[in-house]
């Protein structure tokens, strides 16, 4: 059966790779890029017999051409982040639109272009894009994202040295029914320094996205990320960071709608005393699926990580989990945590979940739960006793569902932004 | 006012009557109590008055102010002014208590077509009926219920009580769990409520809570049935002889 299914494997890549042209910048992205095109090329595209895709079926993320998608219109809603000072840059389908963009100067922070990063000197990024994402294809290939190390041509490069005074924000537009973007961003946060990194929008008809995390000693790095409402997405996108000693990481995102959503994170804990959090919340509806795979290794003495993520899901929609948590041997002291949760608003939705430990240190504390269930009767009904609607009810569990997740955001001003995104998304869904 | 006829409910999934022809009224300004042995259908009556699901009325009405109750939603029941104190105050974690009382009092004021209450305003008020209850901030603060201790979540229910201001209380069973101490303040925070626009019907099995909270009426339920009505003098009744005889007299 092998033979047949790596075939298959060739064949889609090969039908991919027949509307794409490898890029010629020249010089270290080059090299990267085929080193990248090489990976690719041994593992073929992902198929429905692949355990890591068993439930989700990578067929419109592999596709030559991606399904046409309206492009999404948020009009009716504040833009995210809008009230939160921060350096805005935007990609329209994909591409680096300047005019709309601010001017990135801010103390302690270099931004490039991946589409000049080749003109200019960012040596340090040689030694960042696709290298992580190399590191993270083992033990599971993640061939989707070495096929973005190899044909990305736009992305940011960000290199932080010292306290960000304030959030750079990575603004996604969806403009054309039949964009296809793959972006890669990388971002190394140096010793001692700290970065807020903000994401949000719909990006294109179909989006391949990679993000590349260096977080080196001592530095923190915080990412929150919107992917909210455009019914027809069709996104992959992968974030691959590497924390040094002593170092804070944290993750969130938000996801509503979207026919297919694919988030994998994949995190190494490499010194001692760092901490990784990684969270979502997710709300779907009908047609909506959405997966989120996390990796996280544990390779070093006394980190701490945690996994939490949350679905609510209703009409139908399918929520995927799949986690692991991997503490090599002489990772002692590690502290892992892992929970995953859904709310099943009807019998129609579903929750898959494949939580996983994998243990070589003896003195070690991991746990990890998985749970669905529906709203508590109990609960709708005592808020309603006291005047609340049902639907506003609803509404307040859903969010007290979500709070765990949220909680992972550290600002208070972004969080407040995620919650009341959260609410009106809630109340136009359930008013 | 509270007018119950003829009340006749049962389990919607067994099929078993509980309420075999209630006939109640409760006026405003008074104080009803209604004591029985286990199962006689106390808490059922309480459930259906505010609306809880898994219960048919086959038989019977019960209105409040002339508007029949058993058509309304929950929460149309409570913007009318029925209020009902758990038995057993449901925890809700990831809802702060202070936003889930904010969200009800607005909610219930909109249902009457009031203006709603301004933060401001509102942490006003809480303040001052909480410290009356000796409810902290960081009580407030905390997830519904959760975490609360027996005499906690009581305090909580009459808090709610006084911020949300119905005109018929109805107590489940709020002595149960509750030390004397704890017994007294949530008696001191009911009976600072009583007024003449308002009505409670207080559940207890035990006379104990009458001592603080003194009724006007009493009655006696069982099996489905307020079998006997009389003064506070037949709460002492049961206190002192237990239910036998009064059930033996019934029959």
């Known amino acids: 059966m092998a033979q047949p299914q790596a075939t298959q494997k060739q064949e889609a890549l090969a039908a991919r790779l027949a509307v794409l042209r490898l890029p010629t910048s020249g010089g270290w992205l080059s090299l990267a890029r085929g080193l990248a095109e090489t990976r690719l090329k041994g593992m073929g595209l992902p198929g429905r017999r692949d355990e890591y895709w068993r439930w989700t079926n990578p067929a419109v993320l592999i596709a030559p051409e991606p399904g046409p998608a309206q492009p999404y219109d948020a009009r009716d809603e504040v833009p995210a982040f809008d009230a939160i000072d921060r350096v805005k840059l935007v990609f329209t389908d994909g591409v680096f639109h300047a005019a709309a963009s601010d001017d990135p100067a801010l103390a302690g922070v270099e931004v490039s272009r991946l589409a000049e990063a080749s003109a200019r000197d960012v040596h340090w990024a040689h030694e960042l894009y696709g290298v992580l994402e190399a590191a993270g294809q083992k033990p599971v290939e993640r061939p989707l994202a070495a096929l973005n190390s190899a044909y990305a041509t736009e992305g940011v490069l960000i290199r932080v040295t010292a306290k960000a005074e304030k959030p750079v924000h990575l603004i996604y537009n969806h403009e054309s029914e039949v964009s296809d973007a793959i972006l890669h961003h990388c971002v190394k946060v140096e010793e001692g320094a700290e970065l807020t990194l903000l994401e949000s929008g719909p990006a294109a008809a179909r989006c391949n996205m990679v993000l590349e995390v260096l977080v080196a000693d001592g530095a923190s790095f915080h990412h929150v990320r919107t992917q909210g409402r455009d019914h027809d997405r069709q996104a992959v996108t992968h974030l691959f960071a590497r924390l040094g000693e002593g170092c804070r990481f944290k993750s969130f995102t938000l996801t509503a709608n979207g026919v297919m959503t694919r988030n994998e994170a994949v995190v190494e804990l490499l010194g001692d005393d760092a901490v990784a959090h990684l969270a979502g919340a997710a709300m779907g509806d009908g047609d909506f699926h959405q997966d989120d795979t996390v990796f996280v290794t544990h390779d070093a003495e006394r980190c701490e990580s945690r996994q939490v993520f949350k679905k609510v899901l209703r009409n139908g929609a399918v929520g995927v989990f799949q986690g692991k948590i991997l503490v090599k041997p002489g990772a002692q002291k590690t502290d892992g945590y892992q929970i995953s949760q859904s709310l099943l608003l009807d019998e129609d939705s579903q929750f898959l979940a494949k939580p996983e430990l994998e243990i070589y240190a003896d003195d070690v504390s991991c746990s990890h739960g998985s749970t669905s269930g529906a709203i508590d009767d109990t609960a709708l009904f005592y808020l309603r006793s006291r005047g609340v609607p049902e639907r506003a009810a609803q509404s307040l569990l859903v969010l007290a569902f979500l709070a765990e997740a949220l909680e992972e955001i550290e600002d208070e001003a972004i969080a407040e932004d995620i919650r009341s995104r959260l609410e009106g998304w809630l109340n136009r869904r359930m008013g | ?251």
């Open chain 2, 1 to 251: 006012m509270l007018q119950i006829k003829n009340l006749h409910v049962k389990l919607e999934e067994e099929d078993k009557q509980i309420l075999k022809g209630v006939d109640l009224v409760v006026e405003p300004g008074k104080v009803h109590a209604i004591m029985g042995p286990n199962g006689s259908g106390k808490s059922t009556l309480s459930y259906v008055l505010s609306g809880r699901g898994g219960y048919e009325v086959t038989e019977g009405s019960a209105t409040l102010d002339g508007a029949d109750l058993l058509e309304m939603e929950p929460e149309a029941r409570a913007a009318a002014g029925l209020f009902l104190a758990f038995q057993y105050p449901v925890e809700i974690p990831g809802v702060g208590n202070m936003t889930f009382l904010r969200t009800a009092v607005n909610a219930q004021r909109k249902a009457r077509g009031q203006e709603e209450m301004s933060a401001g305003e509102f942490l006003k008020v809480i303040r001052e009926k909480a410290k009356t209850l000796k409810i902290d901030a960081e009580m407030l603060k905390r997830p519904v219920n959760v975490g609360f201790s027996g005499g906690e979540k009581k305090r909580n229910e009459i808090l709610q009580m006084a911020m949300l201001e119905p005109t018929m209380c109805i107590l489940d069973e709020t002595d149960s769990g509750l030390d004397v101490d704890a017994m007294k303040l949530v008696a001191e925070g009911v009976n600072a409520l009583r007024s003449p626009d308002r009505g409670f019907l207080v559940i207890t099995h035990y006379q104990r809570l009458l001592d603080h909270i003194k009724p006007d009426v009493v009655h006696i339920m069982s099996d489905g049935r307020i079998i006997k009505t009389g003064g506070p003098e037949l709460a002492l009744e049961v206190e002192n002889n237990g239910y036998a005889d009064i059930l033996a007299e019934a029959v």
